[in-house]
């Protein structure tokens, strides 16, 4: 069994920033990737920023420059910096962790329950 939980969301000003940290516990065996998605009201489920393997990382045009992720793969922990946030940025942030919960299973997806991120004036 695995938990990913969030932690950090909140209500901020425009250009303001928030820090958003995610933990994965339970039977974790491998973890080959972590990341976040967001999903505002009406819109679909879109990746923000992915951190891979050893490291590389991968973010959506709209938040190069302005948002960081880095792991902890000590305690199996992710974080998003965000910074110059924009009311755009406003949606539920989902972490997700792709996984093996043993040597013998193969890869799978992980989801947290989401944080709120709401960037209003």
């Known amino acids: 069994q695995v938990q990913l939980v969030e932690s950090g969301g909140g209500l901020v000003q425009p250009g303001g920033s928030l820090r958003l940290s995610c933990v994965a516990s339970?039977?974790?065996?491998?973890?080959?990737?972590m990341g976040w998605y967001r999903q505002a009201p009406g819109k679909q489920r879109e990746l923000v920023a992915a951190i891979i393997g050893r490291g590389s990382t991968n973010y959506a045009d709209s938040v190069k420059g302005r948002f960081t992720i880095s792991r902890d793969n000590a305690k199996n922990t992710v974080y998003l910096q965000m910074n110059s946030l924009k009311p755009e940025d406003t949606a539920v942030y989902y972490c997700?962790?792709?996984?093996?919960?043993?040597?013998?299973?193969?890869?799978?997806?992980?989801w947290g329950q989401g944080t709120q991120v709401t960037v209003s004036s």
């Open positions: 339970g039977s974790i065996f491998s973890i080959n990737a």
């Open positions: 997700n962790a792709r996984l093996s919960t043993t040597y013998y299973s193969a890869y799978s997806d992980y």
